[in-house]
């Protein structure tokens, strides 16, 4: 069942929704990226001074010029390790709109109750970008440890908190918080199992950054599959 989720949210992977929010979340992290990268460079360029004097070398000219040059690099190099956890954060800040399009399609009938402030979605999508960093620094000892078993203890601990938000993201549309609590518990292995088949592509570039997304639409699936067998 959980496959079949998966091949329905797959399905409707050309939805425009899917691609604007998959957009917007780029979008925001490029600009966020440049801003950086230009603010870095000015910043150098204000503390690093246009001349400098040394004895027996005489005046260099260059040094604010170079200097602004290897900031603006090593932002971009940093932006590397940053593209992907940023890029999911801004992503999730939207992810209603993924379930909402996954809802008109495929359960019309829904009531979904009103959607959360602007504010507290990015909060929450700071909060759990927030718990995915600091579980995996924390899990960096067993991949140290037990090495040949990093990547199923990497899809296994990604996977438990992927499912808990996705599903929670899906369910809380349609449920106060206590009861969407007890229908995670109560299918908790489905929610296990469909975090962790998420938590792979995490681990493959470029196709990392539509885990959000399709992330969102899985488990829109997933809940009310459950739900109405409840």
Known sequence: MILTDISRALAQAGDPAFRGVLLRGLGLTLALLVAMAAGAGWLVAWLVPDTLSLPLVGELTFLDSLASGLSVIGVLALSTVLMVPVASAFTGI????????VEARHYPDAQAQPDAPILSAIADSLRFLAVIVVANLCALVLYL?????????????????LGREYFMLAALRHLDEPAARRLRRHHGGQVWLAGALMAVPLTVPLLNLIVPVLGAAVFTHLFHRVNRAA
């Open 94 to 101: 939207f992810l209603d709109d993924v379930a909402a399009a």
């Open 145 to 161: 440890i037990f090495p040949p078993f990093a990547p199923f203890i990497f899809w296994g601990l990604n996977g438990f908190l």
